[in-house]
Nanobody, 125 residues
């Protein structure tokens, strides 16, 4: 059974930082592209960033470029999202997702094979 478990969310002031983690089990982690998505109240789930199976390639949404950094540790079956200079508009539930298509970094939610349950990030102004 595949499980993706996010952690590290919480309440932070604008300008602050958080690091999210997503621990995977039940799959061969190194064979999957990993993505982070987020969903704010009343809004659709949106793409944040993706990282290739070996960590060599990343792709960021314009809204987070330069502030967020994705990384992965295949030895620990974990993907990370370091978020700096947080803004109130970053407030959302953050989800990690696994995609078994390795040729291209995909950004659409329906392309993902597995999802975590999410972790809430709240940025106060």
């Amino acid at each position: 059974q595949v499980q993706l478990v996010e952690s590290g969310g919480g309440l932070v002031q604008a300008g602050g930082s958080l690091r999210l983690s997503c621990a995977a089990s039940g799959l061969t982690f190194s064979q999957y592209t990993m993505d982070w998505f987020r969903q704010a109240p009343g809004k659709e789930r949106e793409f944040v960033v993706a990282i290739s199976w070996n960590g060599d390639n990343t792709y960021y949404a314009d809204s987070v470029k330069g502030r967020f950094t994705i990384s992965r540790d295949n030895g620990k079956n974990t993907v990370y999202l370091k978020m700096n200079s947080l803004k109130p508009e970053d407030t959302a539930v953050y989800y990690c997702a696994a995609d078994n298509y390795r040729t291209v970094l995909r950004t659409t939610p329906r392309a993902m094979d597995y999802w975590g349950v999410g972790t809430l990030v709240t940025v106060s102004s």
